[in-house]
């Protein structure tokens, strides 16, 4: 289990003043905003991607970014992770790569991946990209009780520390079969706080995660499942819709894509007989 989980990191918040305005009182009042930061990924020098994205956890985000953008095929691929900062500042705003034994071809790769927080990243929206890569389907032999699945929101919230005093942060967890949280992270961006959970998974050498839950805070995207399917999930599930990519892209694969999992009600959009019997 991470030896993190229930502790905020560093400069994933910040404090500001604010005018507060409640009925009909007027007030001065200290109030946390969720940080965003852009992030500089370069491998042997050459920058690969920007993103904005809340600091924290930033090796596990550039590990799960390589892996879930099929830059690597095995964690050994990786021989060092190193955060940097950028014209003397004091802030790590760089993660660099040193990979052993992977191609990379820096000229290939000069469109330069950019992500947004509100979006995922640009270059891989399609079914055939997927496609492509020749991703194992999930295990189809792994089950999860609904009233364990109803349970995972609620143990997840209780993780979400810079949530809790921002309300503005999506996160991502995985759970193993038996409810237990394995894994938080926080960001700005959705596909963020997965690519996080996923490096975490990637550097401690868990992968696949044929035996696991990923469940996130906000909407089922295409990009999420993508990175799920990378992963070697079985089961993802939000709290809020899929979009109807997002839905092809499970069923083609044989992933199960659960949206409005709330107090005791979900939605199955693909692969029920993992959690529905």
Not at 29 to 34: E, P, Y
Not at 215 to 244: D, H, W
Request: overall charge negative.
């Amino acid at each position: 289990m991470d030896t993190e989980l229930g502790r905020a990191p560093q400069r994933s918040f910040e404090l500001t003043q604010v005018t507060e305005w409640e009925d009909g009182r007027v007030r001065s009042v200290q109030d946390s905003l969720a940080a965003e930061e852009p992030l500089e990924i370069r491998i042997g020098g050459v920058p690969l991607t920007v993103t904005m994205r809340t600091p924290g956890h930033d090796r596990e985000l550039a590990a799960g970014f390589l892996w879930s953008e099929g830059l690597i095929e095995s964690p050994d691929e990786i021989g060092a992770l190193r955060e940097a900062a950028i014209d003397g500042s004091s802030k790590s705003n760089v993660v660099e790569v040193e990979l052993h034994g992977a191609e990379f071809d820096p000229e290939g790769l000069k469109r330069n991946f950019y992500a947004a927080s509100s979006c995922g990243i640009c270059g891989k929206a399609s079914i055939e990209a997927i496609r492509v890569r020749g991703l194992t389907r999930p295990n189809a032999d792994f089950k999860i009780s609904p009233d364990l699945l109803c349970q995972l929101p609620d143990r997840l919230r209780e993780r979400q520390q810079v949530f809790g005093r921002t309300g503005g942060l999506h996160a991502a967890a995985l759970f193993d079969a038996a409810g237990e949280l394995l894994i938080a992270r926080e960001d700005i961006g959705r596909h963020n706080a997965v690519d996080k959970t996923i490096g975490w998974a990637l550097l401690e050498k868990r992968l696949p995660l044929s035996n696991h839950v990923l469940v996130v805070s906000g909407r089922g995207g295409f990009e999420i499942v993508q990175k799920a399917l990378t992963a070697g999930l079985p089961v993802v599930a939000s709290v809020s819709a899929p979009s109807s990519l997002a839905v092809k892209l499970a069923r083609e694969f044989g992933l199960t894509l659960v949206g409005f999992l709330r107090e005791r009600r979900f939605v199955v959009y693909s692969g029920e007989r993992r959690c529905v019997s």
